[in-house]
Structure formats: C-alpha cells, structure tokens
C-alpha cells in the first residue's frame, strides 16, 4: 500500500504506530503529507504558509521515541505562535512573525508531530465560513462548492481531503465544532482553561477561545488532549484535572449515561430538517448504546444572551485591532474587510460599563445553565442549522450589503447599539450557527460528533456538552458512538488514492515522479 493511502486511510495514532514498528519512516510520511498536500489544495484552498522545507529538516531529527513520533500536522494561521512563522489571522493587515513558540507548539513538537502547514482562517477568526480577501474561499473536500465552516475551516478541509490526519484548530464560538459538522471529523471544545494560549495571550474574547485539534478519529482527539493539556504558570484558569488520561476515557464503555437533548433554537431562526434529523441519528445512537435520553428547554439561552454574546466579541475585535495599530505603529482600519470594520467600530461604540454588564448577564445566564443541566452527563443538540452551504452563502448581498455599506462608510455603526438593529446584524451573522457559543460563554467541554450523513451525501454533525471539566465522559460517548455508527470509515470523495498493493512506496519516489521539473 503507498504511503499516500496509508496516510488517507490511517489516523494520527494508526501512523505512529507504524513508525514504531519500522513501517514508516518519518521521512517518507512528511514527503507524503507534502505531495497530497500539494496535489488537493488547488482544489480547497486551506493552505495559508508552507513549512515544507521546515518539515523535512524536523523529520530527519525528530524523537523516534515521542508518541507521535514524524505524524504530519498543520497549525492553524491564527492566535498561536510559532517561532519565525507568519501569523496573518486571515488578513490583508501584514503578519506578526514571532521569535517563540506558544506552549501548545511546545508541546505538539514534544510530542513528535511535524507542521507541514499554517491553514486558513477567516480574518480575525469573527465569521464561521473560512473565507477572507487575504487568502480566499476555502472549500469543503465533500463538495468543493460548499464551505468547510469556520473559522478553523482551514484545518478541516486539509484533515477532511486526507493531506494531515489531524490539525491544530480553535473555538471562540464555534470555530472548531462547526468545520468539524461540516467536513465529518471529531471536534472537542475542551473545556476553559484546559489547553493553554500562553505566552502569546493570555485569554481570549473573555475567556471564550480555547484550543485543541480536529481529527478523524476520537481516540486521535483524546491522545492529543493528554499530549497538550494542562496548567500553565501564565495562564488565568485551569480546568479541574482529569481522573485518568484522556485516551483511556476514548476507549472504555461510558456505561448508563443521563442524556438531554435541547432541539431550540437560542435565535428563534429555522432550524433544517436534515439538522434535526442528525440530532434523531444521535439520539438513537444515545438509546442503542443504553442512555437515557430527555427531551429539555433552556430558557436561559436566548436572543438577548446572543445579543450579549456579540457584544463581547464586538468588544474584542475592537481591542484586537486597537493592539494591531500599535504593534505596526499606523492605522490598520484601511486594510481590514468591511465586515470586521463594522464589528471593531461597534466594539467602540459601547462604553465599559455596557460590556461589562453584558460579561456579567452572560456569566448569570452560564451558572442558572450549569445548575439546570447538572443533573445530566450530556446535553445533545446541533451545531449548524443547515447541511454545509454553498461558498459566498453568508456574503452580504442586494439590501444588506448596501445597509453595511452605509454602516461602513457612512459610519452609521451607532445603528447596531439599538437593540433592534444589532438583533437583525445577529440574524444574519449567526443564521447558520445558533449554538455553538453557549458553551464559550458557560466554559464546558462539548464534541462535535459527524453521526449523519445528508440525502444529498454531506456530513452533518451534532455536539455533545458535558459538565464543565468532564471531557472524559464526552470521550468515552464519542467513542461509542463512532464505534456504533462507524464514522471513522468515511471518506471524503476527493483526490481518493489508489489503493495499491505490496509494502510502502517511499513518498520521495512518488513525489519526484509526479512533480516532473518544467522542460
């Protein structure tokens, strides 16, 4: 079998296992991540840096004794450090290129792996479809006319098309759950304070990013947790400890587990059949594997909390560009997309007290959730509202992109501090995505789970979210229910190697005669 379709096939740990036993080299792995990497990015635009040259040199040095030991990866091109890198953030505004590496590098290349990558983002992370002026439209391998989600969308696409088994990712509300719902991988929002962001910030929107990575496989996602996780003497929060490790979690029964299922929409927007019909595939699954399963409200998550929740992150966006015009020393209001403009200029609009008032209805609304949901190990309910959308979806268009040029460029942005025209801004940003930032604002775990599948052939995933600290109960559910409903087995049908015979083609070979020099 080649390498290629060693690496297509096989998750993070089926591939290090390989390289332990003497199958694979940490060469030829690299050489192969690098030519499919080169072969289906044409086609889904998520590559934002090569680190090719990089990645070479990193395999011929790498720990053979590291547990992941020469297993290809890529870092996501926004909010982490590595050492001479650019970080763009998905924008036109010129890189930051550190001279460190955040802890989370630290500790993925302790652990083995090799970044052939930095993948795409929309600008500043702020849109949850990955598509940006800087970089372009990044695309869904399951069908390249649709998107991948955002804003690790970059990550998922490269994961999903098979170039890396897995892929550094973040969530500040939604970011790794919704590209994990729409290219069909396992997406752990770990649970605040768990994966340190230091030394390059110390938090994020208030606490509401985290990062970890998505995967094919849960056991992939559970492995790299206890790999990455725990205290940093620079980060503000901590998550309680795990019992165990993460993998052992993956890998056990969960046993008879207490389930809700919340089918609301916090926005009151339409919510699709094929959404509700890949929360009834999760639900059975939940029954098959013996949970208990109870239909719940909350009443707590609503417009308003959205509207809290936007508040915040307007508020972030505007410090964030606050602190690029000073790192650069010249305004950078010019270079940025109209649509995060609009979102900074708001963010200045509101005075300290209005955020900090809606940071604290926010943190009421989180603890009467926490409180109301206690009794439960997890709560199942969507993470996208439709199948995966066509790409330019969620551009504004005809009536609301001449309403954001006028908030733009006639700088009407007071508009959006009435409630009645922020909830309209709201709608349209979050028509998509109506769920995934409960869990930024209340800091539990939840896991995207790619349980369905649509009419149309699409993956549709669903999320679990534990009590705050529990990813162990989520990894062992997760992992049930890829063992129930097989999930590990799909395949994006995009650039799918041939499934050749006999030992391990050395990718170097297959590269130097695929990659023939220009005559």
């Known amino acids: 079998m080649s390498v290629e379709r ?35 990015n044409p086609g889904i635009n998520a590559i934002a840096e090569r680190l090719y040259e990089a990645a070479r040199e990193r395999a011929g040095r790498v720990d053979r004794l590291a547990p992941l030991a020469g297993v290809p990866f890529a870092v996501k091109d926004l909010g982490i450090a590595q050492k001479g890198v650019p970080t763009h953030g998905g924008s036109r505004v010129p890189p930051l290129v550190p001279d460190f590496d955040s802890t989370l590098v630290e500790r993925y290349l302790a652990a083995g792996l090799i970044p052939i990558a930095t993948t795409t983002a929309p600008e500043y992370g702020i849109r949850l479809m990955t598509e940006s002026r800087a970089f372009g439209i990044t ?50 929002k770990t649970s605040r304070g768990r994966v340190p962001l230091t030394p390059l910030v110390s938090e994020g929107w208030y606490g509401a990013i985290v990062d970890h990575v998505v995967t094919r496989s849960v056991r992939d996602s559970a492995v790299l947790l206890d790999l990455t996780h725990g205290v940093d003497d620079l980060a503000p929060y901590a998550a309680r400890p795990p019992k165990g490790a993460f993998a052992a979690a993956a890998a056990r029964d969960p046993g008879r587990l207490a389930l809700a299922v919340y089918r609301g929409s916090p926005l009151g927007l339409e919510v699709s059949a094929e959404t509700l019909a890949a929360l009834d595939t999760a639900v059975a699954l939940a029954r098959e594997g013996g949970h208990s399963v109870e239909e719940i409200d909350l009443p707590m998550i609503d417009r308003a909390f959205m509207a809290d929740f936007c508040r915040a992150v307007a508020s972030g966006t505007a410090g964030f560009v606050r602190m690029e015009r000073a790192r650069l020393g010249r305004p950078v209001a010019p270079m940025l997309e109209r649509s995060t403009r609009i979102v900074a200029r708001l963010g200045e609009l509101l005075s300290a007290g209005e955020v900090y008032a809606a940071l604290e209805r926010l943190a009421a609304a989180a603890r009467r959730l926490l409180v109301e949901t206690a009794r439960f190990d997890a709560v199942l309910m969507p993470i996208i509202a439709h199948p995966p959308l066509p790409v330019g979806a969620m551009d504004a268009r005809g009536a609301d992109e001449m309403l954001e040029n006028a908030l733009d460029r006639l700088r009407l942005t007071r508009l959006l501090t009435y409630d009645r025209f922020l909830g309209e801004m709201m709608d349209k940003s979050l028509w998509f995505t109506h769920w995934p930032a409960i869990q930024n604002v209340t800091g539990q775990p939840s896991v995207a789970m790619p349980v369905h599948m649509t009419a149309d052939g699409l993956p549709l995933g669903i999320q679990a979210a534990g009590r705050p600290g529990a990813e162990e109960t989520l990894f062992s559910l997760a992992g049930q229910f890829e063992k129930l409903s097989g999930w590990t087995k799909r395949r994006a049908p995009f650039h799918v190697p041939e499934p050749a015979s006999g030992p391990a083609e050395p990718a170097a070979a297959r590269t130097r005669s695929r990659h023939k020099p220009a005559k």
Do not use: K
């Open 6 to 40: 060693l690496l297509w096939e096989s998750d993070a740990v089926g591939l290090a296992e390989r390289v332990r036993a003497g199958e694979l080299s940490p060469h030829d792995l690299v050489e192969a991540a690098i030519a499919r990497a080169e072969a289906v």
């Open 139 to 188: 695309r869904n391998p399951w069908d390249t006319g649709r998107t991948s989600g955002g804003s690790s969308g970059g990550a998922a696409a490269l994961v999903a098309a098979g170039a890396v088994p897995a892929a550094h990712a973040s969530d500040g509300g939604g970011s790794i759950r919704v590209p994990a719902a729409t290219t069909g991988l396992v997406g752990m």
